[in-house]
């Protein structure tokens, strides 16, 4: 251990993150700098406002889409080009390191979010996004790859190019593919939503790609979207999935499957799908009971104002977890990356 930084000494000394996004990120001091660089007209006056817009209030961050918001209408936007998605790649990989250690990271977005609808070539933004990450595991030595998000929203064609460049570049570090963005509050809608990706993450599982998808995520969603994506979508692990505690029957196709849970806590939290730390406490409890294995991350550290050690940290303090329960985790996070 370098002398001048000690992280907590309840956690692991080497921490792994599998669900990072790119969108929330980034450190404000970057984004408004790569802001300016590009000639962005902001719609506040000064660097502080800024901080405000882009980082989320739980006074005024009431659900899920709100939380999203702040990425798709400024984040997703600032980073849209290959000068911007290159340096946010590789400012994150490096601020993770130094803030908490972080050796191993998957970081996921959805480069079609980033080509300004068509304006910029998709695979120079991806070009763009492999330099940033080389760059930053050639100087801190840190272990990453790139997971390229599906949007609910998009159609299936654009579903179907994100797919197929994920493919092309599974050979430069792009290892994987996620399904995500806001589940609809129809069941029925819930069950043809994943079932239509189907054929595509079986494409993406016969090219040697690995898989996981946004589910159960919200409070108004149910075990039922956990259930559609084992069924129809096979995932390797699932993003959130914290309402499958609340139904026996995605427990137990949990528990018989051995899928990995991404659990963000903060994340749920400051969006108000889990009330507290009670309740997060009554989740991983209903988890450990039925032996469902699961990782700490922190989906948008800088838009949540938070680490990974913080996360795992927040968990202890609150006895929501023991430090055996967080060292067994990261334990688990090691054996379910998809960097091996």
């Not at 962005?40 to 009431?62: A, G, M």
């Not at 911007?84 to 979010?113: D, G, H, T, W």
């Not at 994987?176 to 990706?197: C, F, H, Q, T, V």
Request: aromatic share 8%; net charge neutral; glycine share 6%.
């Amino acid at each position: 251990m370098t002398q001048g930084f000690q992280l907590d000494k309840r956690l692991p000394q080497t921490l792994i993150d599998l669900h990072i996004h790119v969108g929330g990120a980034v450190a404000p001091h970057v984004l408004f700098s790569i802001a300016k660089d590009q000639g962005i007209k902001l719609p506040v006056k000064n660097y502080w406002d800024f901080v405000d817009l882009i980082t989320v209030d739980p006074s005024k961050v009431k659900n899920l889409d709100d939380y999203l918001k702040i990425m798709h209408q400024w984040t997703e936007k600032i980073q849209s080009s290959p000068y911007a998605i290159e340096r946010a790649i590789y400012e994150i990989i490096c601020k993770e390191y130094r803030s908490s250690r972080v050796e191993q990271i998957e970081l996921r977005f959805n480069p079609m979010k980033r080509n300004l609808q068509g304006e910029r070539d998709l695979d120079h933004i991806i070009h763009a996004a492999l330099r940033g990450m080389d760059q930053a595991i050639l100087q801190y030595g840190s272990k990453a790859c790139l997971l390229f998000c599906l949007a609910r929203e998009f159609d299936y064609e654009k579903n179907e190019i994100i797919v197929d460049k994920a493919i092309k570049y599974a050979h430069r570090g792009v290892l994987g593919i996620d399904l995500a963005g806001p589940e609809s509050m129809n069941l029925e809608l819930r069950l043809k939503d994943a079932s239509r990706y189907e054929k595509l993450f079986a494409k993406a599982r016969e090219a040697g790609l690995k898989t996981t998808v946004h589910t159960g995520e919200t409070s108004h969603t149910s075990g039922e979207g956990v259930i559609a994506a084992i069924r129809y979508l096979k995932p390797d692990r699932i993003g959130h999935g914290i309402r499958a505690a609340y139904h026996d029957e995605a427990l137990r196709m949990l528990a018989d499957s051995g899928i990995v849970l991404e659990i963000c806590p903060s994340s749920n939290l400051q969006t108000h799908a889990v009330k507290d730390l009670k309740e997060m406490g009554f989740i991983l409890g209903k988890f450990k009971e039925w032996k469902i294995p699961f990782t700490l991350n922190t989906d948008g550290p800088y838009l949540l104002n938070t680490d990974l050690a913080k996360e795992a940290t927040m968990l202890l303090d609150a006895e929501v977890l023991t430090e055996a329960e967080v060292k067994t985790c990261f334990e688990v996070a090691k054996k379910a990356s998809f960097i091996q």
